[in-house]
Nanobody, 119 residues
Framework: QVQLVESGGGLVQAGEPLSLSCAASGVIFSIYAMGWYRQAPGKQRDMVALIFKGGIIKYADDVKGRFTISDISTDNAKKTMSLQMNDLKPEDTAAYYC??????????WGQGTQVTVSS
């Protein structure tokens, strides 16, 4: 099992930056990708950014050039990863979920952290 804990959400004004962090604990050796999804009220949960072992990164088209996902680091039996979000827009408002996928295609989700961008 893998446990994911997010931090860093909040309320910002349009154009401001915000950073999210995710810490993974448990059976972390099996993780081969981590990333972020987001879900706005009444909408489906969509991929924002993913980073795979080996460094392959994927971004949603609407965040390319504004969001940057960090490498996955491992320290003290935890893996951590962050998302730097710049030039935030009101349409970025959503609950952001940390995501990890491990061997056997086991998927894990954090509890979510709210990001609200005011215009």
């Amino acid at each position: 099992q893998v446990q994911l804990v997010e931090s860093g959400g909040g309320l910002v004004q349009a154009g401001e930056p915000l950073s999210l962090s995710c810490a993974a604990s448990g059976v972390i050796f099996s993780i081969y990708a981590m990333g972020w999804y987001r879900q706005a009220p009444g909408k489906q949960r969509d991929m924002v950014a993913l980073i795979f072992k080996g460094g392959i990164i994927k971004y949603a088209d609407d965040v390319k050039g504004r969001f940057t996902i960090s490498d996955i680091s491992t320290d003290n039996a935890k893996k951590t990863m962050s998302l730097q979000m710049n030039d935030l827009k009101p349409e970025d408002t959503a609950a952001y979920y940390c995501y990890a996928i491990a061997s056997g295609r086991a998927e894990y989700w954090g509890q979510g952290t709210q990001v609200t961008v005011s215009s």
